[in-house]
């Protein structure tokens, strides 16, 4: 098939209505309506050796302090 696929926000008017990269013309939404506060990242290990499990937790904030 000939689809063209706007790839996200790619510099230009693609549906010209004289706005660049607007809402329309993305193929999907964002996963979150508003601006993300954090993140938390946790990443789990199990050693076979000694069978146990080791987790190491990193949180990052987004808002300003």
């Keep these: ?3 063209i696929v706007d790839q996200g926000t790619d510099g ?3 549906n010209s209505n004289n706005l660049v990269d607007e809402a329309a013309e993305r193929e999907t939404s964002p996963p979150y309506p508003v601006p993300l506060r954090g993140i938390e990242i946790r ?3 199990y050693e ?3 069978r ?3 987790q ?3 949180r990052h904030t987004f808002v300003p302090h």
């Design 1 to 3: 098939s000939n689809t």
């Design 56 to 58: 190491v937790t990193v």
């Design 48 to 50: 076979p050796s000694s």
């Design 43 to 45: 990443i789990r290990c």
């Design 52 to 54: 146990q499990v080791r």
């Design 12 to 14: 230009f008017d693609n």
